[in-house]
């Protein structure tokens, strides 16, 4: 994870704790833990790529607006130094100026903690299964190394009449 930091709360921790001490009964398929899991992993590196991509764009250093216009008397083009300032902060906020960072990649991080938090609540439960039926068990593996790759769905783009 980009931040690994332990001591904030994760968002599913008194499930994961029901879970492990075995209070909290999922029905599901051995099949499904495989693909929750596998699905965790692909949303988990696609968050990745995107907070990668608003690293690169807070640290761009040309963006044509006329960001880099030296003053001439009283002519300056602060809208364009602005707007250049506010889309590297909206990307990502890199000099801790906000105590609430409300940037793509901080929301992306909120949403990988909770993709953590999912999957590490059905390997949880799936492991609780596993750890007392040794036939589920080898099942499992089974199924983890057999089960053929699934194809993540399609991104649904809505178009709006007249556009």
């Not at 000099?95 to 903690?113: F, L, P, R």
Request: net charge negative; glycine share 2%; proline share 4%.
């Amino acid at each position: 994870m980009p931040d690994d930091d332990t001591t904030s709360a994760s968002p599913l921790a008194n499930l994961i704790t029901e879970a492990r001490e075995g209070r909290l009964t999922i029905r599901m398929d051995l099949e499904k833990f495989v693909y929750i899991d596998r699905d965790c992993e692909y949303f988990k590196d696609v968050i990745l790529k995107i907070q990668r991509t608003m690293t690169e764009i807070s640290q761009q250093d040309k963006w044509g607006l006329g960001e880099s216009f030296t003053p001439q008397s009283d002519r300056d083009l602060i809208s364009a130094k602005t707007m250049v300032r506010r889309w590297r902060n909206k990307s990502r906020t890199l000099d801790n100026s906000t105590n609430s960072d409300n940037s793509v990649y901080a929301v992306m991080e909120s949403h990988y903690k909770v993709i953590e938090d999912f999957q590490t609540l059905f390997r949880t439960v799936r492991e609780r299964i596993t750890s007392v039926d040794t036939e589920q068990a080898a099942k499992y593996q089974d199924l983890e190394a057999n089960l053929p790759q699934q194809a993540p769905a399609q991104a649904k783009i809505f178009s709006w009449p007249g556009l």
